[in-house]
């Protein structure tokens, strides 16, 4: 699996994988996998839970837009990697929504600082752009600057 990447010890980012792909991660030490994708997305793998469980892995799916922002589907995001056995794999299509979400997950389970989360996008080589991850920033960290 060569396009992951480690958030932290507990959250790894990835674009689509393959049914192989699970089972690799399931040998690597992952114990779940949260899907981002909307299954009416081009190349959705419409039977990945079902490999997930067959590879021993547990499986949550929260269908996030690559585009546009969702404060529900962020929160529900969240919620299932908080639930989730660790480690987790998180994964989109290309990477930037799971990379996005694996951050924040991240930044609210360790407390980081805003410049804690830049410092680490520009490690994963993530946009701090990038809808879910932009929304979070906004609501978490500027828009409570700007009142203070």
């Known amino acids: 699996m060569g396009n992951i990447k480690k958030v ?8 689509q994988v393959t049914p192989e792909e699970l089972q690799q991660a399931a040998q690597e030490g992952f114990k779940s996998v949260l899907n981002l994708r909307s299954p009416d997305e081009a190349g959705f793998l419409s039977d990945e839970q ?3 469980q067959a590879a021993g892995l547990e499986y949550a799916n929260v269908p996030l837009k690559p585009t546009e922002a969702n404060q529900l589907l962020t929160e529900q995001a969240i919620q299932e990697i908080a639930n989730l056995p660790k480690p987790v794999l998180i994964h989109c299509a290309a990477g930037a929504r799971a990379s996005g979400i694996a951050l924040i997950a991240n930044a609210i389970s360790e407390g980081l600082t805003y410049e804690q989360i830049t410092e680490k996008a520009q490690e994963l080589g993530l946009n701090l752009e990038q809808p879910h991850l932009k929304q979070f920033l906004l609501e978490k960290y500027i828009s409570s600057t700007a009142k203070s």
Not at 8 to 15: F, K, M, P, V, Y
């Open 8 to 15: 932290s010890d507990d959250l790894s980012s990835a674009g």
């Open 50 to 52: 079902q490999q997930a």
